[in-house]
C-alpha cells in the first residue's frame, strides 16, 4: 500500500513539474491604458471644409497622451528559439465607454506570427506597417502626442492611427544596430490582386546616442479609377478609408497615396534630446477623384525633449507643411504648427499631463467637390473632423493617464 502511495506521488509531482515547466514556456499578459480629459479649441467649424461660422468648444477629451485600450499578447517557446506570438488590442472611448471604432472589436492590433531572435519576426493580422513601426521612435508623437503633436491631419502617417489590415508583416532581426522591414497588405479583391493593397519598406539604424530611419509606404484604393473608398482598401483610419482633414479633403478620392519619409534623432544628455522628420506624400488622381493632378506635401518638423526632473518633462515642437500648386491652386496651402507638452509622473503608471497647440494655415487648397478654398487650420489628428473655420487655430488640453 506505501509502495502505491508513494508510486501515485511520484506520478502527481512529475505531472506538477511538467505542467509548471509548459506554464514557464507561455505567457499571457492583459494590459491597457485610460486616459480622459478636458480640451478646448478656440474655433471648429460647423463642417469639415466650412471657412466661415466656427465656434470656440470645449469638451471631455480622450485617449489624447495615449489612447485608451485594452489587450492581450503572449507568446509560446516552440523550442530551437522559436516562439509563437499574438497580440488583440481594442481601442475604447473612455468618456463614453464606446468602441472606438464601430464594429471592430480588436481595432488597434489583431494578429499571430513566429518570433525568431535569429531569423526574424513574420506575422499576420491587422497591425502596423514597416513604415510606421520602424521610423515611430522618432516621429513628433512620440513627446507631442498624436493628437495635438502628429503633422497636420497626420498627413505623413507618422502617428498611429493608421493600421493595416490582412497584413503580412517581417522584420529582421538586429544587426549592427540595422533593422529591416517589409509589410504588404493583400485587398482580396477578385480579378485584381493589386487593388486595395498596400505595402512598405522600412530601415532603421541605432548606434549610441544617434538613431535614423527612412521608409515608403503606398495605398492602394480598392475602387478601380479612384473615387469613395471600396471596401477591400486595406490601410484605414476608420472603416476602409484612410484619414481624412482639413488639408486633403480635396484629395480623399485619390486613386492611391504615396508617402516617403525619414527620421532621426539624437540624444545629447539622459535628460535632453532631439528628433528631426521629413516626409513627402503624394495623392495620385484616378478617373473619378475630384482632381486632376498629382497632389503633393512636404512636412518638415522637429521636436526638443528636456527631462527636467526624474518626474517632469516638458517638450516642444514646430513642424511646416507645404501644399504643391495643382488642380487651380495657384498658393499652395502651408501650416506652421507649434506645440508644448508638459507631463508629471505621480507614479510609473500614473500621470498628469497638458498641452498647448496653435496652427496657422496660408494659401489654398481643394474642398470635396474639387473647388478652390482658403486653407484653414487643424492640429495634430485629433482635430481631424473638427478643424478650424479660419486661417488660425489653438488647442489646449489636459487630462491624466493610467496604465495598467
Given at each position: 500500500?506505501?509502495?502505491?502511495?508513494?508510486?501515485?506521488?511520484?506520478?502527481?509531482?512529475a505531472a506538477g513539474l511538467a505542467a509548471g515547466a509548459a506554464q514557464a514556456q507561455t505567457s499571457v499578459t492583459l494590459y491597457g491604458i485610460v486616459d480622459t480629459g478636458i480640451g478646448y479649441q478656440?474655433?471648429?467649424?460647423?463642417?469639415?471644409?466650412?471657412?466661415?461660422?466656427?465656434?470656440?468648444?470645449?469638451?471631455?477629451?480622450?485617449?489624447?497622451?495615449?489612447?485608451?485600450?485594452?489587450?492581450?499578447?503572449?507568446?509560446?517557446?516552440?523550442?530551437?528559439?522559436?516562439?509563437?506570438?499574438?497580440?488583440?488590442?481594442?481601442?475604447?472611448?473612455?468618456?463614453?465607454?464606446?468602441?472606438?471604432?464601430?464594429?471592430?472589436?480588436?481595432?488597434?492590433?489583431?494578429?499571430?506570427?513566429?518570433?525568431?531572435?535569429?531569423?526574424?519576426?513574420?506575422?499576420?493580422?491587422?497591425?502596423?506597417?514597416?513604415?510606421?513601426?520602424?521610423?515611430?521612435?522618432?516621429?513628433?508623437?512620440?513627446?507631442?502626442?498624436?493628437?495635438?503633436?502628429?503633422?497636420?491631419?497626420?498627413?505623413?502617417?507618422?502617428?498611429?492611427?493608421?493600421?493595416?489590415?490582412?497584413?503580412?508583416?517581417?522584420?529582421?532581426?538586429?544587426?549592427?544596430?540595422?533593422?529591416?522591414?517589409?509589410?504588404?497588405?493583400?485587398?482580396?479583391?477578385?480579378?485584381?490582386?493589386?487593388?486595395?493593397?498596400?505595402?512598405?519598406?522600412?530601415?532603421?539604424?541605432?548606434?549610441?546616442?544617434?538613431?535614423?530611419?527612412?521608409?515608403?509606404?503606398?495605398?492602394?484604393?480598392?475602387?478601380?479609377?479612384?473615387?469613395?473608398?471600396?471596401?477591400?482598401?486595406?490601410?484605414?483610419?476608420?472603416?476602409?478609408?484612410?484619414?481624412?482633414?482639413?488639408?486633403?479633403?480635396?484629395?480623399?478620392?485619390?486613386?492611391?497615396?504615396?508617402?516617403?519619409?525619414?527620421?532621426?534623432?539624437?540624444?545629447?544628455?539622459?535628460?535632453?534630446?532631439?528628433?528631426?522628420?521629413?516626409?513627402?506624400?503624394?495623392?495620385?488622381?484616378?478617373?473619378?477623384?475630384?482632381?486632376?493632378?498629382?497632389?503633393?506635401?512636404?512636412?518638415?518638423?522637429?521636436?526638443?525633449?528636456?527631462?527636467?526632473?526624474?518626474?517632469?518633462?516638458?517638450?516642444?515642437?514646430?513642424?511646416?507643411?507645404?501644399?504643391?500648386?495643382?488642380?487651380?491652386?495657384?498658393?499652395?496651402?502651408?501650416?506652421?504648427?507649434?506645440?508644448?507638452?508638459?507631463?508629471?509622473?505621480?507614479?510609473?503608471?500614473?500621470?498628469?499631463?497638458?498641452?498647448?497647440?496653435?496652427?496657422?494655415?496660408?494659401?489654398?487648397?481643394?474642398?470635396?467637390?474639387?473647388?478652390?478654398?482658403?486653407?484653414?487650420?487643424?492640429?495634430?489628428?485629433?482635430?481631424?473632423?473638427?478643424?478650424?473655420?479660419?486661417?488660425?487655430?489653438?488647442?489646449?488640453?489636459?487630462?491624466?493617464?493610467?496604465?495598467?
Open positions: 500500500m506505501n509502495k502505491r502511495v508513494l508510486k501515485l506521488s511520484a506520478l502527481a509531482l478656440s474655433n471648429q467649424a460647423p463642417a469639415l471644409g466650412a471657412t466661415s461660422g466656427g465656434k470656440a468648444a470645449t469638451r471631455m477629451i480622450n485617449g489624447i497622451w495615449s489612447g485608451s485600450r485594452f489587450g492581450f499578447k503572449g507568446s509560446e517557446d516552440l523550442g530551437g528559439g522559436t516562439k509563437a506570438v499574438f497580440q488583440l488590442e481594442e481601442g475604447f472611448n473612455s468618456a463614453t465607454g464606446g468602441q472606438s471604432v464601430n464594429g471592430l472589436a480588436f481595432n488597434r492590433q489583431a494578429y499571430v506570427g513566429l518570433s525568431n531572435a535569429r531569423y526574424g519576426t513574420l506575422t499576420l493580422g491587422r497591425q502596423y506597417t514597416s513604415f510606421y513601426t520602424l521610423l515611430s521612435p522618432w516621429s513628433p508623437t512620440t513627446w507631442l502626442t498624436g493628437a495635438f503633436g502628429a503633422h497636420p491631419g497626420d498627413i505623413d502617417s507618422l502617428d498611429t492611427n493608421y493600421r493595416s489590415n490582412n497584413s503580412i508583416v517581417y522584420t529582421s532581426p538586429t544587426f549592427s544596430g540595422l533593422t529591416l522591414s517589409g509589410s504588404y497588405s493583400m485587398g482580396g479583391e477578385a480579378g485584381s490582386f493589386n487593388a486595395g493593397s498596400t505595402w512598405s519598406a522600412a530601415a532603421q539604424y541605432k548606434n549610441g546616442p544617434l538613431g535614423i530611419a527612412a521608409g515608403f509606404q503606398r495605398v492602394n484604393n480598392s475602387t478601380e479609377g479612384g473615387g469613395a473608398w471600396g471596401s477591400f482598401s486595406t490601410v484605414s483610419n476608420n472603416g476602409s478609408q484612410p484619414a481624412v482633414s482639413a488639408l486633403n479633403n480635396g484629395y480623399q478620392l485619390a486613386q492611391a497615396q504615396q508617402r516617403i519619409a525619414v527620421t532621426g534623432g539624437w540624444q545629447f544628455t539622459p535628460s535632453l534630446d532631439v528628433s528631426v522628420s521629413y516626409s513627402n506624400v503624394q495623392y495620385i488622381p484616378g478617373v473619378n477623384s475630384k482632381f486632376a493632378s498629382e497632389a503633393v506635401f512636404n512636412t518638415y518638423g522637429a521636436v526638443l525633449h528636456w527631462k527636467a526632473t526624474s518626474a517632469l518633462d516638458l517638450a516642444g515642437g514646430y513642424s511646416y507643411t507645404k501644399a504643391s500648386k495643382a488642380n487651380g491652386v495657384t498658393d499652395g496651402a502651408q501650416y506652421h504648427q507649434f506645440v508644448l507638452s508638459q507631463y508629471y509622473s505621480l507614479s510609473k503608471r500614473t500621470a498628469f499631463y497638458v498641452l498647448e497647440a496653435f496652427t496657422r494655415a496660408n494659401g489654398q487648397t481643394l474642398n470635396a467637390a474639387g473647388g478652390v478654398i482658403n486653407a484653414t487650420a487643424t492640429i495634430g489628428d485629433g482635430f481631424n473632423g473638427t478643424p478650424s473655420a479660419s486661417r488660425n487655430l489653438f488647442a489646449a488640453g489636459a487630462g491624466i493617464v493610467h496604465r495598467f
